[in-house]
């Protein structure tokens, strides 16, 4: 269980769960702050060799997002909130779109997927989403987001870090960040709408919590870190 105070604890029950959407946002700022900077600070120094590591990562990555959204949708259909269904389905989608823009952007910098091997802190942060929600499967869909949707805040929150430090060096990855915000935005809102309809217990709330903070962002910090760092070393 998440250490927190007794008050704290009884304030997260008092809170409807839209409060509680707000809550987890602003005790998360720090998290989506960090993303921000690794994206900044990581564009002012990458030369084109670190853009293409980077670039063989992210767009590995969209393939598994695609890859672990269809599963739940092939695999898992019974534990998705019907309502929700449509969603996911639309999220495989736009994530196989995601691919393709990636490894344009990638192909233009001359740049290919020869001989990749995804890093391994990357693969757990997509293994995790099912993993977790098998483990529970009462709150299947609540922890499947918390580890994916989650995860896709961080994401929104890098790629504005990159863009702003690029300033106007490099014009391609604005356009293809421009491309894939909106889309990513509306995934992390599965998040919200299924935190909306399904945290009315405390239970509920302290299971996002727990599960964000120890599983999905101490991954995901791990795995942004390695990938900043192995692409300044043209190593992905
Ligand atoms: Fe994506
Ligand atoms: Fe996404």
Redesign the pocket.
């Known amino acids: 269980m998440v250490e927190l105070p007794k008050e704290e604890i009884e304030k997260i029950d008092r809170m409807t769960p839209a409060e509680f959407v707000e809550y987890f946002k602003s005790i998360n700022k720090p998290h989506f702050d960090r993303h921000y900077r690794y994206g900044y600070e990581w564009i002012t120094k990458a030369d084109r060799g670190a853009i293409i590591s980077w670039l063989r990562q992210g767009t590995w990555n969209e393939w598994a997002?695609a890859a672990v959204v269809a599963k739940l949708v092939k695999e898992y259909a019974e534990y998705v909130d019907p309502e929700f269904y449509p969603i996911f389905a639309r999220?495989v989608a736009?994530?196989a779109r995601?691919w393709l823009l990636r490894h344009r952007l990638l192909k233009r910098y001359g740049g290919s997927m020869e001989g990749f091997t995804p890093i391994e802190e990357w693969v757990r942060v997509f293994e995790l989403p099912l993993k977790l929600a098998l483990e529970r499967p009462d709150f299947f869909q609540l922890r499947f987001t918390s580890a994916l949707q989650v995860v896709?805040w961080t994401s929104v929150s890098h790629h504005r870090g990159v863009e702003d430090g690029a300033g106007d060096r490099y014009p391609e990855i604005r356009a293809l960040f421009r491309e894939l915000l909106d889309?990513?935005l509306f995934?992390w809102s599965i998040a919200e709408r299924t935190w909306l309809k399904m945290c009315n217990t405390l239970e509920a709330k302290l299971d996002v919590i727990r599960i964000t903070q120890e599983y999905t962002l101490a991954t995901i910090d791990a795995a942004r870190k390695k990938r900043v760092e192995l692409s300044m070393e043209h190593k992905i």
């Open positions: 997002a999220q736009d994530e995601h896709e889309d990513e995934h």
